[in-house]
């Protein structure tokens, strides 16, 4: 199993930007379909942003579309999720996940990393 782990969390003001990374060890991450995914106290975890095993396809939520990117490196071992022009309802515990080769579900989770975004 990959072992995740995210970091780039942090606080930042209305407008700004942070860069999360997440970085895979145990296994190639270019057998896993890639994902960010949010949390918050108040709401389920939810999908923001996804990533095919090569790359080439990408998913965005709407809430986050024009705003946030997501890529990877898979000689690396990273994905990387850039956000741009953070929003307050930004604020979350962001999350990195994997989906390996033939799986309905995302089953490989990092600890997760905390986005506060001030108004």
């Known amino acids: 199993q990959v072992q995740l782990e995210e970091s780039g969390g942090g606080l930042v003001q209305a407008g700004g930007s942070l860069r999360l990374s997440c970085a895979a060890s145990?296994?190639?991450?270019?057998?896993?379909?890639m994902a960010w995914f949010r949390q918050t106290p108040e709401k389920e975890r939810e999908i923001v942003v996804g990533?095919?095993?090569?790359?080439?396809?990408?998913y965005y939520a709407d809430s986050v579309k024009g705003r946030f990117t997501i890529s990877r490196d898979n000689a690396k071992n990273t994905v990387t999720l850039q956000m741009n022009s953070l929003k307050p309802e930004d604020t979350a515990v962001y999350f990195c996940?994997?989906?390996?080769?033939?799986?309905?579900?995302?089953?490989?989770w990092g600890q997760g990393t905390q986005v506060t975004v001030s108004s």
């Open positions: 996940a994997g989906r390996i080769t033939g799986s309905a579900s995302y089953d490989a």
């Open positions: 145990g296994r190639t991450l270019s057998n896993y379909a």
């Open positions: 990533i095919s095993r090569n790359g080439v396809s990408t």
